[in-house]
């Protein structure tokens, strides 16, 4: 049990056809209710952190829950960073321990990004770190409704092979059209499954990521909003997309607004019923348990990943 970098879960499964869970951790209780249900699923598990959470929770005390979280379950688990912005984010996190970082250089010329995630794979490499950068700018396809368009937005896949050649980075996140958030799609929800295929062909031995891959859950969209909560029209990757992106390359399939909306909704709903309770424990209990039973759904149902520890 220990930290693990993602070299051989994500090569397991690349050749399986499966894809790892990437959740993005912000306190104890989601840490708790994530690492719980890839347990009780016997699956493998990379933890993420982003910025935002590090100014939220402080780096020191993230480490040492996930920590924590290891020695408790006895479990391994990759520790990464989630969009990292430049080289000093992810050189901090390696030194910090963290097993796996990405480089997110996507908003940059084709050629900066090359040159900062080269950056970031020499120095992480020396210290046996894994790093994943990004190519393509998360957008739905509706926003790009031509194929010029969407070759201006969405990862080209002559590009990727060049990028992931010249960097020797070890994973890819590709924009295919999801996007962060509860919001994802207009209309009906269209991935560019073309595309993601395209470039699976051409860089097979490269683990592809998808980030923006919540489902935005309906259940716990219409709890939200029965107790209080407002959020219309939310709309995300339905499961049955991930499970096909899986089977195309797609290693790891990064969700956090599930994360949230699940714990909210719980929280939303305790409120309400008992009005007169104020123990944080009342309420963060049964968020941590709906956060459980939703990363054992996913890992399960979705992912394909159970008993692939
Ligand atoms: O990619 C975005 C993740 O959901 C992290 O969000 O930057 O608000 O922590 P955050
Ligand atoms: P969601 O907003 O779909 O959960 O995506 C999270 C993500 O990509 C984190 O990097
Ligand atoms: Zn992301």
Known sequence: MGFVTTKDMFAKALNEDYAVGAFNVNNMEIIQGIVEA???????LILQVSAGARKYAKPAYLLKLVEAAILDTGLD?????DHGEDFDICKKCVDD?????????????????IRMTKEVVEYAHDKGVVVEAELGKLAGIEDAVNVSARDATFTVPEEAAEF??????????????????????KGEPRLDFD???EIHALIPDTPLVLHGASTVLPEFV???????GDIPGAQGVPEEMIREASK????????????????????????????????????????????????AHKISNVLNASNKR
């Not at 097993?99 to 050629?111: A, N, Q, R």
């Not at 992931?164 to 799609?185: C, M, N, P, Q, R």
């Open 97 to 113: 321990g963290f097993t796996s970082v990405m480089i997110d250089g996507s908003k940059h010329p084709f050629e900066e990004n």
């Open 164 to 185: 992931v050649e010249k960097t020797g980075v070890d994973s890819l996140a590709v924009a295919i059209g999801t996007s962060h958030g509860a919001y994802k799609f």
């Open 195 to 197: 595309r993601l295929k």
């Open 38 to 44: 890839a347990q009780q699923e016997n699956a493998p």
């Open 248 to 295: 195309h390359g797609v290693c790891k399939v990064n969700i956090d607004t599930d994360l949230r909306l699940a714990m909210t909704a719980e929280i939303r709903k305790y409120m309400v019923e008992h009005p007169a309770d104020f123990d944080p424990r009342k309420y963060l209990g049964p968020a941590r348990d709906a956060i459980r039973g939703m990363v």
């Open 222 to 228: 219409a709890k939200c909003n029965q107790y209080g």
């Open 77 to 81: 688990i990759a520790l990464h960073l």
